[in-house]
T-cell receptor, first 110, second 115 residues
Framework: TQLLEQSPQFLSIQEGENLTVYCNSSSVFSSLQWYRQEPGEGPVLLVTVVTGGEVKKLKRLTFQFGDARKDSSLHITAAQPGDTGLYLCAGERNTDKLIFGTGTRLQVFP | EPEVTQTPSHQVTQMGQEVILRCVPISNHLYFYWYRQILGQKVEFLVSFYNNEISEKSEIFDDQFSVERPDGSNFTLKIRSTKLEDSAMYFC?????????????FGSGTRLTVV
């Protein structure tokens, strides 16, 4: 079974703090994507990483794909209440489907 | 910004009834998908569709499920005889390229409740 485990499952922090979310698997992925999902909505794509070791930045969000393409991390600098949401990693293995991670629910308090 | 549109947003149906969930993918996208998310659980792949045929399906997508692209714009998921365990959010997604080329655009989902 191709599992993507995310940690932590839940995270509650104060505005201004930094945080890192991890996405780990024993399987190699050809690409990995990060999504954010709001209640009652579909996942919204944040970034796609395809090369081992790749780092992408999106404002205060930094995404990294592991060298072996089995894991990824999402780092948020100076979190804001607007960052609150469910963060999902999802991987592809050269097939036409996404394997979603278990999700990290982030709450940022003002 | 282009959107994937799903209708209805909510559907309540009796067990054993047929339901059709509708999706309008982004117009220049070529690859279409259905995913579902049971409350409190992971998003799960159901089926992918390209060039008017199913390219891949999961073990969830049994004979009770079917997909169709009846015209140039709609993409539908039919469940022939719904079961209680089919209750979930169903998400349609589309993308322009195949594996490894860009991300998916998801619709806002249809919440299906089977009673």
């Amino acid at each position: 079974t191709q599992l993507l485990e995310q940690s932590p499952q839940f995270l509650s922090i104060q505005e201004g703090e930094n945080l890192t979310v991890y996405c780990n698997s024993s399987s190699v992925f050809s690409s990995l994507q990060w999504y954010r999902q709001e209640p009652g909505e579909g996942p919204v794509l944040l970034v796609t990483v395809v090369t081992g070791g790749e780092v992408k930045k999106l404002k205060r969000l930094t995404f990294q794909f592991g060298d072996a393409r089995k894991d990824s991390s999402l780092h948020i600098t100076a979190a804001q209440p607007g960052d609150t949401g469910l963060y999902l990693c999802a991987g592809e293995r050269n097939t036409d489907k996404l394997i979603f991670g278990t999700g990290t629910r982030l709450q940022v308090f003002p | 910004e282009p959107e994937v549109t799903q209708t209805p947003s909510h559907q309540v149906t009796q067990m054993g009834q047929e339901v059709i969930l509708r999706c309008v993918p982004i117009s220049n996208h070529l690859y279409f998908y259905w995913y579902r998310q049971i409350l409190g659980q992971k998003v799960e792949f159901l089926v992918s569709f390209y060039n008017n045929e199913i390219s891949e399906k999961s073990e969830i997508f049994d004979d009770q499920f079917s997909v169709e692209r009846p015209d140039g714009s709609n993409f539908t998921l039919k469940i022939r005889s719904t079961k209680l365990e089919d209750s979930a959010m169903y998400f349609c997604a589309s993308r322009r390229g195949s594996s490894g080329v860009g991300g998916y655009t998801f619709g806002s989902g249809t919440r299906l409740t089977v009673v």
